[in-house]
């Protein structure tokens, strides 16, 4: 029996002291897929909480942890209202991350031994017009017509986690809906459908005569090697053939640069090429970044280029909820990170419908959003010139019956997207949080609006 004890007391004695190394080491040097997940959700917590007004441990509960990794439900958050700032960490104790709000440029990702670069401060929007019907001001009537109704009130085709569905048709919002704990004020997240307000900024650039879709040799780094060939239009396309991986579901280069990297362009200017430049079709959050970059180099001073979207886009069309957020070196996350309500997106998509024009001004040059629809070739049909998208989420051919021919499309990660239809005057804005194993689609929906609007 003595042996026994000593030979348990010894099993004890070591697994004590492997749960300490193994603390020690995940204290010291946590390994990437935990700096992942608590990086993720300090920024989606400090977003929601900071600009879209939403509880902090909601977004924890509801936004990060039930649809997302594993690892994630072992995750806590700490709010700093004062500063701005959220914290998260494992267990409270490993792997702690932290997401900065700074007022006009939103919530900024802070990996673990960085700070903020200091930047000029960002103008806020303006209270939204409740005086005048949209757009022209945010007064919506209530739907009145019964077979729109009975379409966005069917939860089969606005999808499983709906937070909002704007449909706009001859200029107007005809019906609109808005998810349990949402509401038309609320701003939300575009994932990749800001790639096409990128695409957008960069128009305007275009316009003014200080960018060109053609120019080439982008980034002193790539001077005297094959990159420097590449062009604007080459990365608008995503078919520069520059090395990136998409994939969410791991620690990826997408991963990474969204939420361990302070200087996001830095770190996607880095990738080598893989293929013949023009000829490779790759989708790529990191060549976004990387024209944001590069726009926001147009410009001699930093102030001008970070006041330039709201000035350019969002005040004309009076987005008033819009914030494109910044990383920390205070590059826009032109990728993945602007906020806006349902009936602000659906601006940003009657613009495209109207090729750029509001208002009585043209917005965007007259035929940039017929050359952002040109097809980029390397994509075999998918994909257009001006981070637009030419199919719908999953691209079976047999969700296209009844969607208007000439539709196409802006998306985003879990379930964002908008689709413009010029032929039928039809934008519909379809937000919400929608993990693709729902396998959800809104090509029905689209179909079924379309045909009642005849």
Not at 112 to 127: C, D, I
Not at 218 to 225: A, C, I, K, N
Not at 246 to 270: C, H, I, K, N, W
């Amino acid at each position: 029996m003595r042996m026994l004890g000593k030979i348990v007391k010894w099993i004890v004695l070591v697994l004590v002291a492997a749960v300490i190394a193994v603390a020690g080491w995940l204290f010291v040097a946590p390994p990437d897929l935990i700096r992942v997940a608590t990086a993720y959700s300090a920024k989606m917590v400090c977003s929601n909480a900071f600009l879209a007004g939403r509880d902090p441990q909601s977004v924890l509960a509801i936004d990060v942890q039930a649809p997302g990794h594993p690892v994630l439900g072992y995750v806590t958050v700490k709010v700093d209202d004062a500063s701005g700032t959220v914290s998260a960490s494992l267990l409270g104790l490993f792997g702690e991350s932290r997401a900065v709000h700074r007022p006009g440029a939103g919530c900024s990702s802070l990996p673990s031994g960085h700070e903020l670069t200091a930047m000029p401060a960002v103008a806020a929007g303006p209270a939204p017009d409740m005086t005048n019907i949209w757009p022209e001001g945010n007064v919506v009537e209530p739907t009145q017509d019964p077979q729109l109704a009975a379409i966005l009130d069917d939860p089969a085709m606005t999808g499983p986690g709906m937070r909002a569905v704007v449909v706009v048709h001859n200029g107007r919002i005809a019906a609109e809906r808005y998810g349990e704990g949402f509401a038309a004020e609320t701003p939300l997240l575009g994932w990749s459908m800001t790639k096409t307000v990128t695409a957008a900024i960069i128009g305007t650039l275009v316009g003014e005569g200080r960018m060109s879709v053609e120019q080439d040799e982008l980034f002193e780094e790539w001077t005297g090697d094959d990159r420097a060939a590449i062009t604007v239009a080459d990365l608008m396309a995503m078919s520069s053939a520059l090395e990136f991986n998409e994939d969410y579901g791991d620690v990826t280069d997408v991963t990474r640069m969204l939420y361990l990297q302070p200087d996001m362009a830095s770190f996607a200017s880095e990738k080598p090429l893989v293929g013949p430049i023009g000829e490779v079709f790759n989708y790529s959050s990191g060549t976004t970044v990387l024209l944001s970059r590069i726009w926001q180099d147009a410009f001699d001073a930093q102030a001008d280029a970070l006041a330039w979207p709201r000035k350019a886009i969002f005040e004309p069309l009076g987005m008033t909820s819009a914030v494109l957020e910044a990383d920390a070196r205070g590059t826009y996350v032109g990728s993945s990170y602007l906020y806006a309500t349902g009936r602000d997106w659906a601006r940003f998509g009657e613009m495209l419908r109207l090729d750029g024009a509001w208002g009585g001004s043209q917005i965007l040059p007259a035929g940039y959003v017929d050359w952002m629809r040109e097809e980029a070739s390397a994509s075999k049909g998918v994909y257009a010139r001006g981070q637009l998208w030419l199919q719908g989420p999953g691209e079976e051919d047999n969700l296209r019956q009844g969607v208007p021919a000439d539709t196409f499309w802006l998306r985003g990660h879990d379930g964002q997207s908008i689709a413009v239809s010029p032929s039928s005057n039809l934008v519909v804005v379809r937000l919400g949080l929608t993990p693709s194993k729902h396998a959800y689609r809104p090509q029905p929906m689209i179909a079924a609006l379309s045909a009642a609007l005849q």
